[in-house]
């Protein structure tokens, strides 16, 4: 669901259209849609066709189509599972009705010589085609029906609103945009340039597309009025993001230029030498530490290039400045190894180093957060534990996160307001290869830093996809390198939320 620039007719409360009370406002809200503007916004997932009618001899199974037909047969079957069967005809084939929830009205509806006109999905059945609990209607002797005039939108939904309830709501929203339209904020000679429609054509198009339109190119979102929304997200995120670092360059932060006392000995109990982009990298973030405004930097590098060391750097600098810095990771698999990390490396200069996560309880939690409180924890590592209401920093001048695209810019904010007064320094690392195009688009608050090496002897990191039938081959490899001495990582995802 996106958002566009408002008018006064979008803004209307969605209790203006007829039919919906608060009752149906409620479920709508389950959508984000409270205004006009929201359901103008909330764009269908995908289209089905049913502006033609389908002759029942020319169905093909796993097509999606609207027949219509004669009843010759309805029939209550206890073959396996208890089911309402109907029997129809046109004249160019049979197709069978089934229905394993109906009741009695409806299979008293669906009488031997009624016409009926039913939508679904066709698949082979045991007596041939048939669909499975269709849409349908019965058409009254002597009437005809309409097709529809537009492929069919198929909305997000939630528990207690249909679809045809969905379909009549935009539809009555559409009119209102007809009389009133929506304020235009692209540039006439910008949408010529780039070939887009205005906003108005672009929302109509999406929620009635024509007869003649492509699904293909609109499953595909390449339809110049998907496109035009699609520039509009894209723009709107672009320029709200600029608008926060244009506010955030504004505040003041603690300068940090250290002295070089736990640089030196930290890179001399490394064991190996920088990298040039290493060190290109550590230079640009400590130009930016060193100024009294908050510094807003992605560092990206491959898995193994050394962003690691690098993030070290710049925490050394906030301590050797009197500071506290942070790190915050996505998982606690990943929190515990960086803790592991940190404390191996500076620990023996005397930097006191805590680890925070959900898990926690008890003197243990309560020790990890007395030592930020005070200070004595000049280097903090955790997951989103990290900005809970009971954590307090001391002096947090650094903030790093690690796995961006895990994080919102919410939860970056959330960490940032751990400052206490001050506005920490924030450095964002990400191993996701994004092309500079994408990385000013989706992070267009961050200056850009690329560590594009790898240290002298470290192999390139291989990624293969494996299908779910060679699974045993994967745990035979696992075994055998387990065996070898050597490690193995096995995460898997998060089904359900929990404690």
Sequence with gaps: MITAPRSTAAAQPITSLRGVGADLAGRLARLDVTTLEDLFFLLPLRYEDRTRVTPIGTLRA??????????????????????????????????????FHFSRAQAEGL???????????????PAGLEIVHPEYRLIAPGTSLAVEESLTPIYPSTEGIQQGRLRRLSGLALEILDRRGLEEHLPGDVRAALELPPLAEAVRYVHRPPPDASLEQLAAGRHPA???LAFEELLAHHLSLRLLRRQMQKENAPALAGNGRLRAPFLAGLGFSLTTAQTRVTSEICGDLACARPMLRLLQGDVGSGKTVVAALAALEAVEAGYQAAIMAPTE???????????????????????????????????????????????????????????????????IVDEQHRFGVHQRLALRDKGGGLVPHQLIMTATPIPRTLAMTAYADLDNSVIDELPPGRRPVRT????????????????????????????????????
């Design 62 to 99: 796993g097509e999606r189509a609207v027949v219509e037909g004669g009843i010759q047969l309805t029939e209550v079957a206890f073959r396996g599972r208890r089911s309402l069967l109907t029997s129809i005809t046109d004249g160019t084939g049979s197709l069978m009705l089934r229905f």
């Design 111 to 125: 009488k031997r010589g009624a016409r009926v006109r039913c939508f679904g999905e066709v698949r082979r059945g």
């Design 226 to 228: 998907q496109r035009r």
């Design 333 to 399: 698999l990943l929190a515990e190894q960086h803790y592991r990390t940190f404390d191996a490396w500076l620990g023996p200069l005397g930097i006191g180093v805590a680890w925070l996560a959900g898990a926690q309880k008890g003197k243990t939690r309560a020790a990890a957060l007395a030592a930020v409180e005070t200070g004595s924890a000049a280097m903090v590592v955790g997951t989103h534990a990290l900005f809970q209401a009971g954590v307090r920093f001391a002096r947090l001048a650094l903030v």
């Design 464 to 499: 293969a996809v494996i299908p779910n039938t060679r699974r045993s081959e994967v745990v035979e490899r696992v075994q055998r390198a387990c065996a070898e001495g050597r490690q193995a990582y096995w995460v898997c995802p998060l089904i359900e939320e929990s404690e």
